[in-house]
């Protein structure tokens, strides 16, 4: 099955709050999302299946030539099924045509799935953040993939 990529627009809140509540135990607020609708640094992108409804989202904010990814959530139903590499393609082609020199993210370092993926798609693990999560506390790896020559492996 092939998702749709759209960008967030403001008929995507309901859908993308409600995701959140399903995959995290912090999960940003409707408010926090429609937040970055209006945040000119940054690309919130919508993955939609056949129906039209969604079945994850991911977001980048870009300071300079680095790219943060900030979140990537997929609904369950439509996990193992390519979403979450559809949305980071969609990144990789657009770090590399504005020159980005990476693009990085933190994971829990217990969600052996989404390193897995990040691993296949070259992100290296570049340090550790002490409890950076909460319900439960645990260490945030951050992981980053590099784009230009010269940049640290």
Same mark, same amino acid.
């Given at each position: 099955? *092939?998702?749709?990529?759209?960008?967030?627009?403001?008929?995507? /809140? +309901? %859908?993308?709050? !409600?995701?959140?509540?399903? &995959?995290?135990?912090?999960?940003? $607020?409707?408010?926090?999302? @429609?937040?970055?609708?209006?945040?000119? &640094? %940054?690309?919130?992108?919508? %993955?939609?299946?056949? =129906?039209?409804r969604v079945?994850?989202?991911? *977001?980048?904010?870009?300071?300079? +030539?680095?790219?943060?990814?900030?979140?990537i959530a997929?609904?369950? !139903?439509?996990?193992?099924?390519?979403?979450? $590499?559809? /949305?980071?393609?969609?990144?990789?082609?657009?770090?590399?045509?504005?020159? #980005?020199?990476? #693009?990085? #993210? @933190?994971?829990?370092? $217990?969600?052996?799935?989404?390193? !897995? #993926?990040?691993?296949?798609?070259?992100?290296?693990?570049?340090?550790?953040?002490?409890?950076?999560? =909460?319900?439960?506390?645990?260490?945030?790896?951050?992981? =980053?993939?590099?784009?230009?020559?010269? %940049?640290? &492996?």
């Amino acid at each position: 099955m *092939g998702y749709r990529i759209v960008l967030m627009d403001a008929s995507h /809140l +309901d %859908a993308l709050a !409600a995701l959140e509540q399903e &995959c995290f135990s912090a999960p940003w $607020s409707r408010h926090m999302l @429609e937040e970055e609708l209006y945040n000119d &640094c %940054a690309a919130y992108l919508v %993955a939609e299946d056949e =129906t039209g409804r969604v079945a994850g989202y991911a *977001g980048l904010s870009v300071v300079l +030539d680095e790219g943060y990814i900030d979140n990537i959530a997929v609904s369950p !139903a439509h996990r193992r099924r390519r979403v979450a $590499s559809q /949305l980071l393609n969609v990144f990789f082609d657009f770090s590399i045509a504005h020159e #980005l020199r990476f #693009l990085s #993210l @933190e994971v829990r370092a $217990s969600n052996a799935p989404a390193i !897995a #993926l990040y691993e296949k798609f070259g992100f290296v693990e570049a340090g550790r953040r002490k409890n950076y999560y =909460t319900k439960p506390k645990e260490d945030a790896l951050i992981m =980053t993939k590099y784009f230009k020559e010269g %940049a640290p &492996c």
